[in-house]
């Protein structure tokens, strides 16, 4: 039974920092890529990130570029989000996402259940 368990959110200040995981099982990580979307309230999914497990190849969106950084450890069957210089408008409930492919698409077949990150002074 494939699983993926976000942890990590809270309540930081702008500027902070936080580090999200991502805890798969079921599945070898080792063959597919892991993708970090964000829902805040009100708004559509969004994509903010994506790692391949191949070349380990990295995508990011606009907004976070040069703030966030994904990683993987798949001998942890983990996948991480590393997020600095947070702002307001960082704040949402973020998924991680297992692709159907060893490369980022647009075909992700499983979710977490989210993680709050909330970014408040």
């Known amino acids: 039974q494939v699983q993926l368990v976000e942890s990590g959110g809270g309540l930081v200040q702008p500027g902070g920092s936080l580090r999200l995981s991502c805890a798969a099982s079921?599945?070898?990580?080792?063959?597919?890529?892991l993708g970090w979307f964000r829902q805040a309230p009100g708004k559509e999914r969004e994509g903010v990130s994506c790692?391949?497990?191949?070349?380990?190849?990295?995508y990011y969106a606009d907004s976070v570029k040069g703030r966030f950084t994904i990683s993987r450890d798949n001998a942890k069957n983990t996948v991480y989000l590393q997020m600095n210089s947070l702002k307001p408008e960082d704040t949402a409930v973020y998924y991680c996402?297992?692709?159907?492919?060893?490369?980022?698409?647009?075909?992700?077949?499983?979710w977490g259940q989210g993680t709050q990150v909330t970014v408040s002074s």
């Open positions: 996402a297992k692709s159907g492919y060893y490369y980022c698409s647009y075909d992700y077949d499983y």
């Open positions: 079921g599945f070898n990580l080792d063959y597919y890529a």
């Open positions: 790692i391949s497990s191949s070349d380990r190849s990295t």
